[in-house]
Antibody, heavy 117, light 109 residues
Framework: QVQLVESGGGLVKPGGSLRLSCAAS????????MSWIRQAPGKGLEWVSY????????YYADSVKGRFTISRDSAKNSLYLQMNSLRAEDTAVYYC??????????WGQGTLVTVSS | SVLTQPPSASGTPGQRVTISCSGS????????VYWYHQLPGTAPKLLIY???PRPSGVPDRFSGSKSGTSASLAISGLRSEDEADYYC???????????FGGGTKLTVL
């Protein structure tokens, strides 16, 4: 069965960095576009970034452009999000999801990132 | 939010409710609309893709439609388990990114 498991969240100070991972299983990871979507506490959904199957096409939301980097490793069936220069407004649950944006058919359970001093 | 949804909607069991999603020519007007629902504490689940098809396993009580720069999600035969937050989403050509509606909290009275 398809599984997406995020990890790497936690508490970080403003200006700090964090790397999220998403381990994929139950499907051919290299065949699917992947995305990161986040949800601030008590708020709605916000798309963060997506990456094509080969990694040659990448898009970012304006709110994270220049600070976040999405990448993937098909040998490890994993998706990553490197987050630098973190701000309080980046506090959210971060989900990885499978599919061509915005049609995501499988989502992970999410990992919480808290940016606070 | 770039896409506009009513913050709340409600209905009684068995009723039909509709949730609207309004956008512009750069998003809904030129791209597919997708709908998700989210139960508290869980990840969103895809309900409708490419304006109106349903993924396998989604009951036919859920239907989507699109006209111009607006879209709608209709839920017929409302059930208590439909109580959730509902979001519309679309690609935006001007922003080169995905835009979401602010979400609609559906209450089953």
């Amino acid at each position: 069965q398809v599984q997406l498991v995020e990890s790497g969240g936690g508490l970080v100070k403003p200006g700090g960095s964090l790397r999220l991972s998403c381990a994929a299983s139950g499907f051919t990871f290299s065949d699917y576009y992947m995305s990161w979507i986040r949800q601030a506490p008590g708020k709605g959904l916000e798309w963060v970034s997506y990456i094509s199957t080969s990694g040659s096409t990448i898009y970012y939301a304006d709110s994270v452009k220049g600070r976040f980097t999405i990448s993937r490793d098909s040998a490890k069936n994993s998706l990553y999000l490197q987050m630098n220069s973190l701000r309080a407004e980046d506090t959210a649950v971060y989900y990885c999801a499978r599919g061509i944006a915005p049609g995501w058919d499988y989502w992970g359970q999410g990992t919480l990132v808290t940016v606070s001093s | 939010s770039v896409l506009t949804q009513p913050p709340s909607a409600s209905g009684t069991p068995g009723q039909r409710v509709t949730i609207s999603c309004s956008g512009s020519s750069s998003n809904i007007g030129s791209n597919y609309v997708y709908w998700y629902h989210q139960l508290p504490g869980t990840a969103p689940k895809l309900l409708i893709y490419r304006n109106n098809p349903r993924p396998s396993g989604v009951p036919d009580r859920f239907s989507g439609s699109k006209s111009g720069t607006s879209a709608s999600l209709a839920i017929s035969g409302l059930r208590s388990e439909d109580e959730a937050d509902y979001y519309c989403a679309a690609w935006d050509d001007s922003l080169s990114g995905v835009v979401f509606g602010g979400g609609t909290k559906l209450t089953v009275l």
